[in-house]
């Protein structure tokens, strides 16, 4: 099915229809938030909330960049709440 087609679906709460559309995209994701956070288990959490970020935005994506682009943002903001979530930590 096209990308459009699945799109409309999505937005119209089809959660098959929106993992479809990820679907392609879950790896490079997943490997982006592992390269900007250096542990696994935090890339899991961080794309995890990307994609429930994603589900939730799907009606507000206007198709002004790409999927991916979109996608990629959102992980990388929620890579960025994860550092953030981290404590500080002392350098001697």
Known sequence: MDESALLQRARAGDDSAFEELVAPY?????????????????ADDALQDALIGAWRGIGGFEGRSSLRAWLYRIATNAALRVVAGRPRRLLS
């Open 26 to 42: 879950r790896a490079q994701l997943q490997a982006h938030c592992y390269r900007l956070l250096a542990s696994a288990h935090d």
